[in-house]
């Protein structure tokens, strides 16, 4: 069994930064891409950031230059750095990952969600 546990998240102001992180645990072989999506009210899930094992990122062009996803593949933790918050950015923030446990089946994981809520 593998999961995913989330924390950070919560109010800020306009401008403002907040910090996400999750943790994926259990019987992992391995994780290939981790990342960050999101779902504001009344709008479909969205692509945030992702990374893959070796390194390489992708952002949504709204949060480029402003957010920046890093992980620790020794940890298993995936983290999104968000900077310049604008009131728009406000959704429940979901961490997904693609992992293989150990059993060598493949699972796509997703976190439970954290609010982000910027207020303007």
């Known amino acids: 069994q593998v999961q995913l546990v989330e924390s950070g998240g919560g109010w800020v102001q306009a401008g403002g930064s907040l910090s996400l992180s999750c943790v994926a645990s259990?019987?992992?072989?391995?994780?290939?891409?981790m990342g960050w999506y999101r779902q504001a009210p009344g709008k479909q899930r969205e692509l945030v950031a992702a990374?893959?094992?070796?390194?390489?990122?992708n952002y949504a062009d709204s949060v480029k230059g402003r957010f920046t996803i890093s992980r620790d593949n020794a940890k298993n933790t995936v983290s999104l750095q968000m900077n310049s918050l604008k009131s728009e950015d406000t959704a429940v923030y979901y961490c997904?990952?693609?992992?293989?446990?150990?059993?060598?089946?493949?699972?796509?994981?997703w976190g439970q969600g954290t609010l982000v809520t910027v207020s303007s």
């Open positions: 259990g019987s992992i072989f391995s994780i290939n891409k």
């Open positions: 990374v893959t094992s070796g390194g390489f990122t």
């Open positions: 997904n990952a693609a992992v293989v446990a150990t059993s060598r089946s493949y699972q796509d994981l």
